[in-house]
């Protein structure tokens, strides 16, 4: 589910930015491509430092976008690609997908889990 070049890009420096909606309308979080693991079944494991409002609202509404991107990965129409990620969120704070990023983020309180339900190539 998960195309080669979204994983190239996972390899590169650049910014991710995590969409909610909760109660309070829409919220944006940022984080980092090269902090992105994905688990055996294809979720993504993402760490959580802070990242309280948007704990808040994936127990208001689990949905998420997610949108992430390299200059350096060639795209569709020239240098640079991006992927804009739908699916299902829930925070966790024990078991195996939380001791992964724990081993590798030590400051990290929780592992934001991403289900993917579309991955869309954007540039």
Do not use: C
């Amino acid at each position: 589910m998960i195309p080669e070049k979204l994983l190239e890009v996972l390899k590169q420096d650049g910014v991710v930015a995590i969409a909610t909606l909760g109660q309070d309308g829409p919220h944006m979080v940022n984080t980092w491509n090269s902090y992105i693991r994905i688990s055996p079944d294809g979720r993504l494991l993402i760490p959580a430092g802070y990242m309280h409002r948007t704990e808040a609202n994936i127990a208001f509404n689990s949905n998420v976008l997610i949108t992430l991107g390299s200059s350096k990965v060639a795209g569709n129409l020239g240098p640079g690609t991006g992927f804009l990620i739908k699916g299902t969120a829930v925070f966790i704070t024990s078991g195996p997908d939380f001791d992964v990023i724990k081993e590798k983020f030590a400051w990290a309180r929780a592992t934001l889990t991403v289900s993917i339900a579309s991955v869309t190539q954007t540039l």
